[in-house]
Nanobody, 119 residues
């Protein structure tokens, strides 16, 4: 059974940084991609970034590119999301998800980790 466990969230100051981790287990992810999403209070969930387990190609939401960086450690089956120059509007629950590279949907989701940015 696929399990995704996020960690690394917390309270950060405006302009600060955080690194989120998503530890994946339960299957081989060779032909899968990992995505990060976020949902702020009262708002719909939005795509942040994704990375392919094989090859490492990345994709970012235009508004996230430049401040957020997605990376992976295949040996640890872990994907990271590095958040830089945080803003109050980055406050949200950040969740990771996994989906097949040839499918538009994500099949498995983690529980999420809260990121709160305060001035």
């Amino acid at each position: 059974q696929v399990q995704l466990v996020e960690s690394g969230g917390g309270l950060a100051l405006v302009g600060g940084s955080l690194r989120l981790s998503c530890a994946a287990s339960g299957r081989s992810f060779k032909n899968y991609r990992m995505g990060w999403f976020r949902q702020a209070p009262g708002k719909e969930r939005e795509f942040v970034a994704s990375i392919n387990w094989s090859g490492g190609s990345t994709n970012y939401a235009p508004s996230m590119k430049g401040r957020f960086t997605i990376s992976r450690d295949n040996a640890k089956n872990t994907v990271y999301l590095h958040l830089d120059n945080l803003k109050p509007e980055d406050t949200a629950v950040y969740s990771c998800a996994v989906g097949h590279v040839y499918m538009p949907t994500y099949d498995y989701w983690g529980q999420g980790t809260q990121v709160t940015v305060s001035s």
